[in-house]
């Protein structure tokens, strides 16, 4: 099969087109032959060598994918929530080798392709949305804090591929969301997507602009890919008994806190990277994303964001758009003709 290697740490040419024999799935795993690929992240600091496989992972980068089910373990005993089979239509999150032409996956995280959508957008779907799922409906509890059904949520980076997320199925759902981005076009693509106010952090306060929208009260939850000197403000920018979520570490991994605002207004900090977690806990945000978003995609309340979508062998030039950070949404591989 072909797939795109890292041939050394450094720059996005170190992506080369290379062959590979099939992987072969284990007990619990399917193998599927993949049409799309998605480009997030967590591949551009793999490449530069800042974040490494877990135990046991392929070695290739790509973290979801969109294929067919074309082989492996689908037995009567084997964990199959969704009731899949050889020939389904899959989206599945991986912890590597998602660069290929053929992929393997536990079967408990594979999703149905959701109806409408073709294989290049259900691609882009699974590493932000089990990401997003976990992070700000599973650990920053939206909606179970101390604003109830009114808590708002505020999205840093609303033009990722996170934030794009986290915006749909924040406003799918019924929160109210904000979001910062970097110029004045992003902010506007954010609103398109559901956001009540865009900010353009390099022209306003967020800080600011939050008290001012939510009339001194502040956000209950925040989804932080910055960090750094980002941290101090976000917590002021929190309403009593909000939730800081950090999620990755762009502006750097250290920042000075004032824990006695932590103590008084009952403010959490908290993180996870969903990549080494086990099959077990990923399998529990896949069932929820089936019952609680799937059909927000299926009836078109939540739309799929693709910015651009390169044929495989260009994974370099994804790569550097990726770093550009001038896309909206996804960026997406295509091996063949996508359907």
Known sequence: MKVI??????????L?????????????????????SGVNR???FQRKGAYAPPPGASDLPGLEVAGEIVGGAIEAEAPNPFGLKIGDRVCALLTGGGYAEY?????????????????????????????????????????????????????QGGSSG??????????????????????????????????ERGINYRTEDFVEVVKTLTNGRGVDVILDMVAG??????????????RLVLIALLGGAKAELN??????????????????????????IAAQLKARVWPCLEDGRIKPVVHRVFPAAQAADAHALMESSTHVGKIVLAWGDPV
Not at 229 to 242: C, F, I, K, Q, W
């Open 162 to 195: 996170i934030g794009v997320t986290a915006i749909q199925i924040a406003r799918a759902l019924g929160f109210r969301v904000f979001a910062t981005a970097g110029s004045d076009d992003k902010c506007r693509a954010c609103e398109q997507l559901g956001a």
């Open 5 to 14: 290697e890292i041939t050394e740490f450094g720059a996005p040419d170190v």
């Open 259 to 284: 824990l006695n605002e932590i103590l008084r207004r009952r403010l959490t900090v908290t993180g996870s990277t969903l990549r080494p977690r086990p099959v077990a806990f990923k399998a529990s």
């Open 16 to 36: 080369q087109l290379a062959e590979r024999s099939v992987p072969m799935p284990k007990a619990g795993e399917v193998l599927i032959k993949v049409t799309a």
């Open 229 to 242: 000197s980002y941290v101090s403000r976000e917590l002021t920018a929190l309403a009593d008994g909000g």
């Open 103 to 155: 992929a393997v996956a536990p079967l408990a995280q594979c999703l149905p392709v959701p109806e409408g959508l073709s294989a290049i957008e259900a691609a882009s779907l699974p590493e932000t949305f089990f990401t997003v799922w976990s992070n700000v409906f599973d650990r920053a509890q939206l909606g179970a804090g101390e604003g109830g059904a009114n808590e708002v949520l505020l999205v």
């Open 42 to 44: 967590p591949d551009v």
